[in-house]
RNA sequence: GGGGAUGUGGCGGAAUGGCAGACGCGCACGGUUCAGGUCCGUGUGUCCGAAAGGACGUGGGGGUUCAACUCCCCCCAUCCCCA
């Protein structure tokens, strides 16, 4: 780089430049390592520390989303969070309080196990290089982590306790009554009395051993399942859901991804369901990530009803729309339900509709090729909404249990096996996809809510129940309510909670992630190790990818990598009953698993007995009163992990709550989620993208040498050429005027572009604020010990209330504006009073914490001042010396008034009647409106 | 298709019912300098005006109010989530 920034022949020699913040700022960090100025003390265990000046202090736990330490190294966007949290973090401890602010990384994954299949290099040599990039760059930053709380979650010491989490997971259970998972010992002993029915009716007693495990293994909330997954033989793994595009092909790659039985491991989180959507009430959250987490849950009340046949067969459906049973006219099943076979009549009956038949002679051949055609569909392309439905009648009816209606039952597409009955009543009236199928087959159409004057088509909206007897005239919620009821009192239905949320796929078919603490004795029956012998310990291999296949061969079986390790598969082992050979489970676990319960190590990360000491947990995260949930104070982080990541971490964090093993039932109190730096990026006419700092601006259009260039907007990435880095940044301004520059460019949860032209302000305001203490020619100290004047104290005191409560807002933007104003005014004073330098050094220390550390240096004291108490304001400083009032006349400025801060509202009035009687021109006011301290609005 | 968010100078943004544009970038002019750069100072929403001053102005339209960027209704655009 060719930076000619602080290169000019006669920049003072003392001035605050580059060279400047690149010899403080490596002095700083090693001096905050040195005297561990960063350590929080813990109340107990070996990171307690009586004599720490916090100890016993009010404490606060601020997180940030810990990164995955990729191989290209942080951008300018990576650390917009970690400043924010680390300027919150350091006004936080100047205020009193106990802060514990650490950052640890998120390890395991696929970018690294790729690169290992690609060049041979195992994925650990990668990962630690990749992290130790990570702390290099986020230490040149200054941020104030204490250094003894970080790990990876691929150390074994830390994946030995996700092993262990796994275990009490696979060794509950949940217990529906009292909502709540509880040890599975609780279970089994509860079976052996008798208190609780064995499924299925039989005596536990009477049940062989493998029975009773197949019984128990039945309850677990991890379990093993032979369930529908997405299998994607071209990458040789299951993917979840969420990896999988709609089109159904991976996300990665683009392979097709299909539907498959297989047996895999998985977590019981639905029964979670519940509490995961009331807790969020007791949560400080953004409301639209609480919507896309209630909306991912997909909680619906509604009722299963039953439809009685002809024969003895019911077919049951649920709906979240009860209170519109009089509207179902007819049913449909999806094609594939059970039921479909059994019902088709050999003829169709007297009368049948021509549309119906779909032109076949029998019901038979109707269904026959109606279900080919839908098997040929994917789920994708049967749930998109296609305007003209398709279906066939089966030739069956069925009654409608509320008034007795024979109604006749297709089969359609738009139905899925997998979802709910798969099976439905279809009110026409007031369901779109109903009312379609309704138009194509000329089916009746009974409205049964109260529909807008003049309104046609179908009704979706709210209203009063009609044509449905004891309903009529009632509300949606009280018709369901009694529709319910109604059901339930004449054994037709049953009201009943569904949910959109799945139970979640715990196993992969890879190399770089944590091994399952399980093996299998010659039943095939899972069996958890023992604590005593975790971590379970990642062998190494010569082979890290799984088999892959034809992408197109759906019938082809995972093979994992760790399967063909055999020495480390089969494994003989002391249970309790001798020394037997078992076979090792061999996928691993998500990437999400590390994730899950991060927040919760780094308040012990040393400690190999437990998971976390009681009373440290209590400390830090413990709930501070009746329904408080506890959790971290703060956690900021992107809103991509709105779902996922969040969720999955709140379901650990309850089981782990409902065993005893923490005090809050929340993992994080409150959610922050900054905004994103985005960056131009440029593309010549071929559509290639050119470095971007080496794009100019001519006349509104961009150039790269002489070539007209294209202007998009976007993420930063190495393919877009528009990549800058923190490391850059640093080496051109220095940390601080980065880390300011990053804060001031504006709300931190808003994101905005990139511009490495408007970081000079930020350097320029350092410089000044060097500038009042460090005479630049001379080195020498400026200060002074004189007063200051009264209106420039006013100032500082205002700068100072003012700074206080953006600070506790997070409103850096603005507070750094205020410093500014207050450096701004004191620059041009020709003597620089101690009064206002000292405080202003403060209040700078948490955006440019090395030039603060330096300044404070010499101003006089003695190490660091991240312990310095933050300034206060004197209230008494805070009122003006005069209020202008602005007088308004129809809403118009015409004129002001100066009076003191106290002059009462009459005297204000008059005052201001006076100053616009020319405007008013002998008007008679209608009406004198008097804003205390603001202004005074006249209507004439 | 459903839900959510956002929309203010050339640019990032400030003001959450009370003087729209704090603070910064950029730009212009002046000082310093042989000069460029730096630094210091002044100015900078648009239109009319030499100025004083005036009119207009927060995506568009309507409403509530003495007073609306801010609250309510409709529309448009962009982004995000879900389908």
Redesign the pocket.
Known sequence: MSE??N?????PPY?YTAATANEIEPRWQAYWAEHGTFRAPNPAGDLADPEHPRAGAPKLHVQDMFPYPSGSGLHVGHPLGYIGTDSYTRYKRMTGFNVLHPMGFDAFGLPAEQYAVQTGTHPRTTTEANVERYRQQLRRLGLAYDDRRTFSTTDPDYYRWTQWIFLQVFNSWFDRARRQARPIDELIAEFEAGTRPVPGGRVWSELSAVERRQVIDGYRLAYVSEAPVNWCPGLGTVLA??EVT?DGRSERGNFPVFQRSLKQWMMRITEYGDRLVDDLDALDWP??VK??QR??IGRSRGAHVGFPLDGDDVVEVFTTRPDTLFGATYMVLAPEHDLVSTIVPAEWPAGVKDAWTGGHDTPEAAVAAYRAQAAAKTE?ER???AKVKTGVFTGAYATNPVNGARVPIFIADYVLAGYGTGAIMAVPGHD?RDWDFAQTFDLPIVRTISTPEGHEGVWTGDGVAVNSEFLDGKNVVDAKAAMISWLEERGHGKGATTY?LRDWLFSRQRYWGEPFPIVYDETGLPIALPESMLPVELPDVDDFSPRTFDPDDADSEPETPLSRKKDWVEVVLDLGDGPRTYTRETNTMPQWAGSCWYELRYLDPRNDKRLVDPENEAYWMGPRGEGDPGGVDLYVGG??H??LHLLYARFWHKVLFDLGHVSSFEPFRKLYNQ?YIQAYAFRDARGFAVPADEVVERDGKWFHGDDEVTREYGKMGKSLKNVVTPDEMAERYGADTFRV?EM????LD????W?T?????????L??AW?LVVDEETGANRVTDEPLDPKTRRVLHRVIDGVRG?MEEL?F??A???L??LT?TL??RSTVSREAVEPLVLMMSPFAPHVAEELWGKLGHEGSLAYADFPVADPAQLVAESV???V?V?????G?VEVAPDTAEDAVRAAALEAVAETLGGREPR?V?V?KG??V???V
Do not use: C, H
């Open positions: 000619s920034e290169v000019g022949a006669d920049v001035r859901n969420e709609p409301e639209p919507l896309m909306n991912w994708e749930t998109a909404d779109e959109r809103v991509e709105a779902v905004g520059y001031a460019m504006g709300p808003v994101s905005r572009p511009d032209r408007a970081v000079v302000g930020s350097q320029r305001f410089q000044r500038r953006d409103r933007n603005t750094i504006a205020k500014i104003e701004n620059t041009p202008t009032y602005p308004q129809n809403g118009k400025v015409r002001r009406k409106i804003v603001k202004l609005s006249v209507v």
